[in-house]
């Protein structure tokens, strides 16, 4: 496997505001179904332009710990911080507005509009003028900016085509852009490389190698050799829990998280 890479991370798409605390803290995050806990007592700290992975196998609890920081899901107990506020119990639209994205599993796009028309709308869904009628002008600064994101995803050359002709790891690019939308602070994305052939794995780790530095993110992927090249730091849960945390390499060769989620080995 190739070594965790770190290459420079140009900022081009806007510079947000930046704590000197952490962008996300996590305190005894519980969340219940009936008797059961889908995920107990996690605590962790990301700190602001910081990336993340949480690593683990199917019902570890990733996604479900994803859906209580976006707040499409409400934990039993426990306090979510985003940037110093507690939004543990806001709806998911304040916390987007907030700062906070995501990415999805399964995609949700206007397959029949352009690229460029699905990111314009999602930077206009963002705007104080999200609900108005005027058509956007040739010098709409947002329409400057879906630009610089269809750029960003490296999807320039297909921006006119309609989004249900592109190729499913195109798509997947394009998700990154709506994500990358209205100025975020933070991006969780969730198993961004799931279906994607080698050569769109690569274009995937180029794309997230080279977010401007003050983005933060957390990714869940199943797909290893992805997620410790676009990180710094690595979370491990089990059975709900945080199981193991440490930097890309330790992970890496840890031989209980060998045993556990590589079945003894991994190259």
Do not use: W
């Not at 690593?55 to 110093?84: H, Q």
């Not at 916390?95 to 709308?121: C, W």
């Amino acid at each position: 496997m190739n070594a965790p890479v770190n290459p420079p991370r140009p900022v081009s798409l806007g510079q947000a505001h930046v704590s000197a605390g952490n962008a996300l803290e996590l305190r005894g995050i519980t969340k219940m179904f009936g008797a059961l806990a889908a995920i107990s007592d996690v605590t962790l700290s990301v700190r602001p332009g910081e990336r993340r992975a949480v690593l683990g196998s199917n019902g570890a609890g990733k996604t479900t710990l994803f859906n209580c920081i976006t707040g499409d899901f409400l934990p039993t107990t426990g306090l979510i911080r985003f940037f110093g506020e507690d939004v543990t119990t806001f709806p998911p639209h304040e916390r987007i507005r907030r700062g906070l994205r995501r990415t999805y599993q399964i995609s949700s796009l206007f397959a029949g509009l352009s690229v460029i028309d699905n990111v314009y709308l999602a930077c206009r869904g963002v705007s104080r003028n999200r609900f108005s009628l005027i058509p956007p002008r040739r010098d709409d600064s947002l329409v400057h900016a879906a630009e610089t994101l269809v750029e960003a995803v490296h999807l320039a050359a297909e921006k006119n085509r309609l989004v249900g002709e592109l190729a499913y790891g195109q798509q997947r690019q394009l998700e990154i852009a709506l994500a990358l939308s209205g100025a975020p602070r933070f991006i969780l994305f969730d198993e961004p490389a799931a279906g994607l052939s080698p050569t769109e794995r690569r274009d995937l780790v180029s794309i997230l190698t080279t977010l401007p530095n003050h983005i933060g993110y957390i990714i869940i992927e199943h797909d290893m050799d992805v997620a410790l090249r676009v990180v710094e730091s690595v979370t491990m849960m089990h059975n709900g829990r945080i199981f193991k945390e440490g930097r890309p390499e330790e992970i890496e060769d840890d031989p209980e998280v060998q045993e556990l989620y590589l079945g003894g080995g991994h190259d």
